[in-house]
Nanobody, 120 residues
């Protein structure tokens, strides 16, 4: 089984920054790409950013210039640096990985999600 766990969500002031991390663990054979998605209240889940194992990135237009995705392949970890956040527009951010397990299963795996920002 491949598991993803997000961390780094929390409180933030208007215009503040947060850095999310997502670590993949379990019986991993390879990871093709990883990414971040988010879902705001009353809206559908949307793509935020993705990064391939070779470092190619893709961003939603709404976050270009404010968010930066990066990864550490050796640690099977993806990061999302988020700047200029608006606490009035919270969302649940979820980590995704296109991964193949050691047993040959190839799926898009999902983490449980983390609230950004948390309620206060």
């Amino acid at each position: 089984q491949v598991q993803l766990v997000e961390s780094g969500g929390g409180l933030v002031q208007a215009g503040g920054s947060l850095r999310l991390s997502c670590a993949a663990s379990g019986s991993i054979y390879s990871i093709n790409d990883m990414g971040w998605y988010r879902q705001a209240p009353g809206k559908q889940r949307e793509l935020v950013a993705t990064i391939t194992s070779t470092g190619s990135t893709n961003y939603a237009d709404s976050v270009k210039g404010r968010f930066t995705i990066s990864s550490d392949n050796a640690k099977n970890t993806v990061y999302l640096q988020m700047n200029s956040l608006n606490p009035e527009h919270p969302a649940v951010y979820s980590c995704n990985a296109d991964a193949r397990s050691s047993y040959g299963d190839d799926y898009y795996y999902w983490g449980p999600g983390t609230q950004v920002p948390v309620s206060s």
